[in-house]
């Protein structure tokens, strides 16, 4: 199956410096989620966008489903040494193959103090 | 507290073995998934369950087998077909179109 475009690959900022990272596709997606994962863990759930244009905010979290369904992008405000970890986003075609989603390669955040 | 709980969570085999890896859910999700992590990589799809009794391919089942006889387990094998068995593996349930929730993973090295 074809992987999202996900960018960067890396991210190496200061406490308190703003994170944006985004997704892209060739192919129109219905749904887009972003996962944090911690090493050795699996992926938690950040953020669920549904709509073309939906921009959705979960504390210092914000992701956008982007207006031609072909991409999307997540900004992380004000970071903390907590925010470390590996972001991925995935997307769902359609509601025929729920689950069955594509995942970007993952940004790795690294904050300093 | 309801949860996904996959075990163990390193596994050591030697090339040639078959192993199986187990995955358990107490969240009452109709669907559950496998999906294997490669360093520097997205998440790939192995198999999916939608129902008890019932399973399909994901994008890399090759050198993989899956069973779905309860609605809370899912267990994987990975056999001794499989060319490249050394990854993180990873189980997700989902029930009524929810995103996918994630037990923690098993390591497991073949060598």
Redesign the interface.
């Given at each position: 199956?074809q992987?999202?475009n996900?960018s960067p690959?890396s991210m190496f900022i200061q406490e308190g410096e703003d994170v944006s990272m985004n997704c892209t596709s060739s192919s129109i997606f219905n749904t887009w989620?972003w996962?944090k994962q911690d090493p050795?863990?699996?992926?938690?759930?950040l953020i669920?966008l549904y709509k073309a244009g939906e921009l959705t905010s979960n504390g210092r979290l914000t992701a956008q489903f982007g207006i031609t369904r072909k991409d999307s992008f997540l900004n992380i405000s004000a970071s903390i040494p907590s925010d470390v970890g590996i972001y991925?986003c995935?997307g769902q075609r359609d509601?025929d193959s729920?689950?069955?989603?594509?995942?970007?390669?993952?940004t790795q955040v690294v904050v300093t103090p | 507290d309801g949860g996904i709980t996959q075990s163990p969570k390193y596994l050591f085999r030697k090339e040639g073995q078959n192993v199986t890896l187990s995955c358990e859910q107490n969240l009452n999700h109709d669907a559950m998934y496998w999906y294997r992590q490669d360093p520097g990589q997205g998440l790939r799809l192995i198999y999916y369950s939608q129902i008890v009794n019932d399973f399909q391919k994901g994008d890399i089942a090759e050198g993989y087998s899956v069973s779905r006889e309860k609605k809370e387990s899912f267990p994987l094998t990975v056999t001794s077909a499989q060319k490249n068995p050394t990854a993180f593996y990873l189980c997700a349930s989902s029930i009524n179109a929810s995103p996918l929730h994630f037990g923690n993973g098993t390591r497991l090295t073949v060598t």
């Open positions: 199956g992987q999202l996900q690959q989620l996962y050795g863990e699996g992926p938690v759930l669920a991925f995935a509601t729920w689950g069955k989603l594509q995942f970007g390669a993952g | -």
